[in-house]
């Protein structure tokens, strides 16, 4: 089975949607649950499993719709809007620096400005650029001491708001800063220029992240192992072996950005292939959800910060915390269900800000429906039966 154009744009929401989730897990587990240290065999293969790569799915995932965009139009108009989308993002993730220190969106608002530029490169620079960004980091974190600004009890950065601070926190040593954190926007870009319409190219795309994420594992796991053993080991201490040949995103050192482009290949491979075998109401429900992120990103950075400063930061056991995580997912899909992907608050105001004209605009591809998918009041507004 061949997707068709409108097929193809689920398989990105419901990407989305799992990377929602990914990090609902993640920051309750970071805020709500129990320092890492003290998590148990599976909870920590959960963490390990949702820590990064979720985040890192998000940006992927907006390479390739930016990239898809660009394909169709790169026309002033198009530019104009990314542009405007960037500053958006930008300034939102400035305002949500001050409450959570692991923001994401000043990523978007540079990406998005370099975006137009860099579609016009090949596919093979674009390549070698992913290759340059992942490994020139370990340098660049050796330089400017990678941590020493951070304070990791309080996860609160010296200096932030200072123009040396901020540059450095944004380009090096963020929590998710351009260096290296980029490659996976410009992966997007490159994806882009997959036909997407081939019934083979998710599935290839599966198996791919797969064998990615499996082998970037063993290394790591065999590396850091030898290099403890080693006088290598003896020298630098075992915390600063898991640093530099681990798989954990701080510092985001070459073998995690590996693997965690591995998990969001697999995600986005595995949610073509799943949406097109999925029930048409869980379908539309994943959709739906995809089309909010930002809202969703926003909404649950605020409650979990909310319940931190409420007294629970930490507080809960790991299954507890991940109950928190799904209990509040469960919700989301329910509201994006009964809304029909609807904008919310944040997506109508970066929609206006983004386009002076009325209606989606030049990227109205990236928040349409599959042709079989509307919106629960249309459905209800044409009497359709309770069950398809």
Known sequence: MTPNPSERLHGIDIARTCAT??????????????????????????????????????????????????????????????????????????????????????????????APWLHRWS???????????????????????????????????????????????????????????????????RLAR????????????LWAGICLFVLSEFVSAGLVKLAIQSAMGEHLGANVVMALLGTHSLPSMPLFMLSALGIACLVLGGSFVLGNHL?????????????????????????????????????????????????GFAGVIAVSYLRGGAPMLLERMLRRFSTSSPGPGPDKAAVVLPQDVAPAAARRRDGEAANP
């Open 194 to 205: 997959l036909d997407w319409r081939d019934s083979a190219t998710p599935r290839r795309m």
């Open 279 to 327: 029930p048409r109401r869980i379908r539309e429900a994943l959709v739906s959800t995809g089309r909010l992120a930002l809202t969703w990103y926003l909404g649950h950075v605020l409650l979990l910060v909310g319940l931190s400063v409420a007294g629970y930061g930490n507080r809960l056991s790991a299954l507890a915390a991940m109950g928190v995580a799904f209990a």
């Open 21 to 114: 989730c990914g990090m609902f897990v993640v920051h309750a587990f970071l805020v709500l649950g129990p320092p890492s240290s003290g998590l148990s065999g599976w909870e920590r293969i959960v963490f390990n499993l949702t820590e990064g790569r979720a985040a890192a799915t998000f940006v992927l995932l907006a390479g390739l719709g930016v990239g898809q965009l660009l394909s169709r139009r790169e026309t002033t108009d198009s530019r104009r809007v990314l542009w405007r989308r960037a500053l958006f993002l930008g300034g939102l993730g400035v305002l949500n620096l001050i409450v959570w220190p692991g923001d994401i969106l000043r990523l978007y608002g540079v990406a998005l400005l370099a």
């Open 123 to 189: 596919s093979k620079a674009l390549s070698g650029l992913v290759a340059a960004l992942i490994l020139i980091f370990p340098l660049a974190a050796v330089f400017v001491d990678w941590d020493a600004r951070w304070d990791w009890a309080t996860l609160t950065y010296r200096g932030l708001w200072t123009p040396s601070g901020f540059t450095l926190n944004l380009v090096v040593d963020g929590f998710r800063p351009l260096l290296p954190w980029l490659a996976f926007f410009v992966l997007g870009l």
